[in-house]
C-alpha cells in the first residue's frame, strides 16, 4: 500500500503493523458480525387493527375473531401475541389461540380470581415476568393504543404447544365475554408473532423431579436434574451450564452424576450435550424446613454455545422447557418449635431486656429512640407502603403498643403491634432496629404470624449485620406457621391470644442491627386483607469486650548485610509492632498496655509510629506523650525502657497498632 509520504524504516514498520493489525480488527468484526448474523432468528409479525365489540352477543359459544393470515412457510420455533381490548372487567375476557394445524390453546382462562381492573393491554410471552392476571384484581390497564404493549405476561397455557408446527395457513384468535350481560368492551388490537426456527441451534430442556415430595423433617431427598438436546436439533451443545442453587430448607449432602456441581454456587457445568442425548446430575439434600413448609427448587440453564431455538438462557423465565421446578412439602404433625437457648452464649446475669412495658410508644408514629441501660441508646423505625389500619381494640393508630395479641403470654404484654391494610401481595412492612454497639446475641418472639384463606398469608422475614455484614437468625415456628431459614410462612389460622402464631428469632452470634419484614406468601390473594404482628420484648446479651495484644518483629537491617537478608546481631535494627485488638461486641475505653524493652537493646529515639494495624501504623508518636500529634485516637510515651500505649476507645473488631523501633547492643 502506497502512503503518498517517504517514510524511514523504522517509521515503515510501525505503519504496516498498524495497518495489518486494523486488517486483522476488520476481519473480526466481519466475523463477528457474520457469527451474529448466523445465530440471529427472524421474527415475523401480523397486525389486526380490526375493532370488534365485546358484549352480550359474544359468548364463548359465538366469540369475536380475529384472524392472522400467513403467507409463508417455516418452522415455528416461537410464538408470542399481544392483545389489546377496553373492557370495564378484565377478568371477564377468555383469549383463546388456533393455529393452522388445529392446536387450540386456552391463553387466558378469564375470571379466576375476581379481576375487576379495567382494560386488557398485555404481550402473552412464555418467557414473561409473571402470569397473566395476577398484577392486582383492581389495577387498570393503559388505553394507550401498543405497541408496546403495557405487560409481559406468561399465558395461563403455554404458547410453546406451537412450536414445530408450519407457519403457512390461517392462526385464529377468539375473544369471548365469560359474563357478557353484565359488562361491555371493544377489541382494538391485536399482534401475532411468529419466530422462525434457525438453521442451526440445539433445543436444550430441563426436567427436574424429586425422589421424595413428603419428605419428613431432617431426612435425606434426591433431586434429580436432567438437561436434554432433542433428536430435531441441528447441532451439538457445549459450554452448557445449570443454575440449580438450593434453597432455604434443605442443604447439601452430595452430588454425583455427569460433570460437576459446586455447592457453593449452585453451578452445575455440564458440559458438551450431543444431539438426542440427556446428561443427569444428581443432588442428595437434607430436609431442615419444617412440618408443612413448602420447598421449591429450580434449576435453569444459564449458558450453551448454540442458540436454543425456543428458550433464552439464564432469563429466569418459568414458561421455557429450559427451566423446571421441584417442590417438597415436609410431612408429620407439627408441633411448637423449641427455640435455641440464649444462655448458651451469655448467662441469664448477662442479658438486659427490652421491655415494652416500661416504655412508651404515640400512636401512629415511625421512628422512636430508646434509651438501654448496658448498650446504648437503640432505634426502632418502622415504613410500608401499605396503609396502616386505626383500630382502638389494637392500640388506635397503627403502630402502636398494644396487648390484643399477647403470644399467649400472661398480663398486658404490651407488644409493638403493627395492623397493616396492604394493596397488593407484594407490599411488605420493614421494621429496622438499630443498636449502637453490637451485642453477641438476642432473642425475641413476634405473634400472630398466621393464615386465613382468602384474607391472607403472613411471611415473616428477619435479617440481621454485623457492620454491614449479613448475619442470619435462627426462626422457630409455632403451630400455625411453618420455617424455611430465616423466613416464617403462616398456614394455618391463630388467635390473637393464642400462641399458636408465635416465631421465636434469636441470633446466637454478634449483631448490631435487625431488619424485620412483614408481609404475604404467595397464598395469599392478590389483594390482601388485614392483617397484624405483634414484636414483643427482647433478651440482649450484655455487649462485651474481648482485648487481646500481639507482639510481631522484623530485622530491618544490620552493618554487614544491609537490608538484605539481615540478622539479628549488634548494630542490627530491629522493628517492633503491639498490636491491641477488640474482638468483642462493645466498646473498650481508656486502654492502656506497656512493654518493657530489654536490657540488650537500645530504643530508636522518635521511631514510634500508630495505625488501625501493624501495616497501616504510619502517624508518628512522639515519645513523651504531649504534644500536637497526640490529637490523634492513639497515644504512645517511653520512658527509661517502658513505652506504654494508649487509645481512648476501640469499638467492636477495631484494632490499634504501635510501631517502633530498637538497636542491637
Known sequence: MYLGTDLGPERLDRSAWAINLLRLLLCLAVFMLLAGAARAQTVNTFVNPTNGTINGTTTCAAPLVRNFSVGTSFTVSDVDIGVFAT??????????????????????????????????????????????????????????????????????????????????????????????????????????????????????????????????????????????????????????????????????????????????????????????QTRTLNIVANVTATSGASVVNSAEVTASSILDSDSTPNNGSIGEDDYDEAAITVSGTRTAGTPPNLASICPIANQIVFDWDSNAWAAGSLNNSYSLTGIGTINWAVSSPGVFVNDAGFGGQSPSLAN?????????????????????????????????????????????????????????????????????????????????GNVAIGDAGSGGTSGDGNVVVTFLAPVDTITIIYGNHTTAPAVPDGQAIAIHDINFCAPQTTLSVTKISSVISDP?????????????????????????????????????????????????????????????????????????????????????????????????ALTFQVTVD
Open 87 to 276: 373492557h370495564t372487567w378484565r377478568g371477564d375476557i377468555r383469549l383463546t389461540l388456533q393455529s393452522p394445524a388445529g392446536t387450540r390453546v386456552q391463553l387466558v382462562n378469564g375470571d379466576t380470581n375476581n379481576i375487576n381492573g379495567d382494560n386488557f393491554n398485555v404481550l402473552l410471552n412464555d418467557s414473561g415476568t409473571q402470569t397473566v392476571n395476577t398484577d392486582g384484581n383492581t389495577v387498570a390497564h393503559s388505553t394507550t393504543a401498543p405497541p408496546p404493549f403495557q405487560h409481559d405476561f406468561i399465558p395461563n397455557n403455554l404458547l410453546s404447544a406451537f412450536n414445530g408446527q408450519n407457519s403457512l395457513g390461517t392462526w385464529r384468535l377468539e375473544i369471548c365475554d365469560l359474563f357478557p350481560t353484565q359488562d361491555d368492551g371493544t377489541f382494538q388490537h391485536a399482534e401475532l408473532y411468529l419466530t422462525e426456527q434457525p438453521a442451526s441451534f440445539a433445543d436444550l430442556s430441563v426436567n427436574k423431579t424429586v425422589s421424595n415430595p413428603t419428605p419428613a423433617n431432617a431426612t435425606n431427598i434426591t433431586y434429580t436434574i436432567s438437561v436434554t438436546n432433542a433428536a430435531g436439533s441441528t447441532d451439538n451443545a457445549t459450554g452448557v451450564v445449570v443454575q440449580d442453587t438450593l434453597p432455604l430448607g434443605v442443604t447439601f449432602v452430595s452430588a454425583s452424576g455427569f460433570g460437576s456441581y459446586d455447592s457453593a454456587t449452585g453451578i452445575w457445568s455440564v458440559g458438551s450435550v450431543p444431539i438426542g
Open 404 to 484: 390484643a395479641n399477647n403470644g399467649g403470654f400472661a398480663g398486658t404484654q404490651l407488644s409493638l403491634h403493627q395492623f397493616l391494610d396492604f394493596a397488593n401481595q407484594s407490599q411488605t412492612a420493614t421494621t429496622v432496629l438499630t443498636l449502637p454497639t453490637a451485642v453477641p446475641g438476642l432473642q425475641f418472639t413476634v405473634f400472630d404470624i398466621d393464615f386465613a384463606a382468602n384474607d391472607f398469608a403472613d411471611k415473616l422475614t428477619v435479617v440481621g449485620s454485623l457492620n454491614g455484614t449479613t448475619v442470619l437468625p435462627t426462626l422457630t415456628n409455632g403451630v400455625a406457621n411453618y420455617v424455611v
Open 560 to 656: 554487614v548485610n544491609g537490608t538484605t537478608d539481615p540478622k539479628s546481631i549488634p548494630g542490627a535494627t530491629i522493628q517492633y509492632c503491639i498490636l491491641i485488638s477488640n474482638a468483642g461486641s462493645a466498646t473498650a475505653t481508656s486502654i492502656s498496655a506497656t512493654d518493657t524493652i530489654p536490657g540488650n537493646l537500645t530504643y530508636t529515639a522518635a521511631s514510634m509510629q500508630s495505625g488501625a494495624n501493624c501495616g497501616s501504623a504510619s502517624t508518628a508518636e512522639d515519645d513523651d506523650n504531649t504534644g500536637a500529634d497526640e490529637n490523634d485516637p492513639f497515644g504512645a510515651s517511653i520512658s527509661g525502657s517502658v513505652l506504654t500505649a494508649t487509645a481512648a476507645s476501640l469499638g467492636p473488631a477495631e484494632g490499634y
